[in-house]
């Protein structure tokens, strides 16, 4: 056991001198490697030098992602151990102090865990409070499970709530999280196996030419033309690589309800853009003055409430509406501009309708615009609303386990306010006076999948009744939506194949460059 520790941020990965030796030499054989591949030189070593450091930077982004999957995987045996001890009669404190031995046994002492749980054990002797040492090991951890239990177990100690009801709610729900987790890493494995064996196709495909020929890749290299058509492929190859890592890490953000927020099509503030946008809400005023409402305006209405809940319902449809008939004013006044320079300019025998050409060619550009900005829009509302469905397992989950600690429902939504869009405004309607029951409701109605609206009524069938069976019920109905999401991460899985296809096609394009221009060099031989 080491004779010292010290408290470990687990956000920043730092490798060890032995990692550093293994992430460099494999930084310096992939420079190696391109450099003769594509370059059939040493001296490219120099300018592909930034490729070696961004190797460094994603081994240890993925180092570290892997340490807090087993950090939380650890940590779930430790509270399913310290729920046993509890059940055993033992104290909370003792409990902890007790499963070190388990995790001794289960990982070493050399694991995270069993270094977490002897630096809480120092906590203890030198009498700091157990909460707070729980409290700092989540906020270290980075991991979202363990940073919960720790203010869920701090709420139950303050507030008198049982803590071993709490401890053995939380082990089943956060095991319920990480095997719906390990599934959907299952399931897109076999996509990332696929994707793999493609990124070394290339390589195997002209390795196999090169054997069988020796020669035929020599126009390729030592010239300027081959230098350029090989530098080509090295970007085509580098950025299939980039966009096969950002499909998987979408999914990925997808499945752990990470939102990326869209902004409003509306014009900037400024400029040449700000002036149209500020004519086009004139525009839109005018016409709502004298009941000429734009096409699509209740519908509008109601993807704009959903997208941006908290903004008044009218100025938000005023700023979209100017926004887009502001673009489609440009594109008409440009359109406009260009032609009247042609018809001044005067153009050669058989030119006479170009400026008609471009000016109609604006006006159907214009008009487009206006109607594709609400298809636009539609998509916004469809990504959201995935989004949530997506999210909405870890929303049952943090509501449940706020529940086992003691927390009332409403000070429940007021805690998963500060990572929930959703919870928070209806948080802050039952601040600002509305009554729970509606303020549940418009919960439900504000967020659209029915798994919410179906949350919702659960919420207010209680505030009614006093069903003393919520607890179960969410319980149960977190089970369910960890089913959702494997089942989720299936569908995700086969749009991933989709879109994959797009990298292995510029791979399939780098392979047809590099073979196709030796063989038309050796034809024009």
Known sequence: MKTSLKLRDYHQYEFSKREWIVVLTQAVGILLFFSWFFYRSLLAVLPLAPLGWLWVRYVKKQKGEKRRQELTEQFKECILSVSASLQAGYAVENAFLESREDMRSLYGEDSMIYEELEILRRGLVINVALEELLLDFGVRSGCEEILQFGQMFSIAKRGGGSLSEMIRASANLI???????????????????????????????????????????????????????????????????????????????????????????????????????????????????????????????????????????????????????????????????????????????????????????????????????????????????????????????????????????????????????????????????????????????????????KLSTLLCQNLKKGSSTLLSRLEEEAIMAADGRIQSGKRLGEEAETKLLIPMVMLLSMVMLMIMIPAFSMMGA
């Open 175 to 453: 095991s319920q999280r990480i095997e719906a987790r390990q599934e959907v890493q299952t399931m897109l494995a076999g996509r990332r196996m696929e994707q793999n064996v493609m990124r070394l196709m290339p390589f195997g495909i002209t390795a196999y030419i090169s054997v069988t020929y020796s020669e035929y890749f020599q126009p390729l290299y030592h010239d300027l033309s081959g230098v350029g058509i090989m530098t080509l492929c090295l970007v085509l190859y580098l950025l299939a690589l980039l966009l096969g890592e950002k499909i998987f890490q979408n999914i990925w953000s997808q499945m752990e309800g990470q939102e990326r927020k869209e902004k409003l099509a509306a014009m900037a503030q400024t400029g040449i853009l700000g002036k149209m946008a500020r004519l086009g809400r004139r525009t839109y005023t005018f016409l709502r003055a004298h009941r000429l409402c734009p096409y699509g305006g209740e519908k509008l209405r109601k993807h704009l409430e959903i997208l941006y809940p908290e903004e008044n319902r009218e100025e938000l449809l005023e700023k979209y509406y100017g926004g887009k008939m502001g673009l489609s004013f440009l594109i008409l006044l440009l359109g406009f501009f260009f032609s009247l320079c042609l018809l001044l300019k005067g153009g050669s025998e058989g030119q006479e309708q170009l400026p008609l050409t471009i000016l109609g060619m604006s006006v159907a550009s214009s008009v487009g615009v206006f109607f594709l900005m609400d298809k636009d829009l539609e998509d916004q509302v469809k990504k959201r609303r995935e989004w949530l469905r997506l999210g909405y397992p870890d929303l049952v989950h943090g509501l449940a386990l706020y529940l086992v600690s003691g927390m009332t429902i409403r000070a429940a939504f007021g805690r998963l306010g500060k990572s929930n869009e959703l919870a928070a405004y209806a948080f802050r309607e039952m601040q600002a006076g509305v009554s729970e029951q509606t303020a549940y409701e418009h919960f439900g109605k504000r967020a659209g999948p029915r798994e919410y609206v």
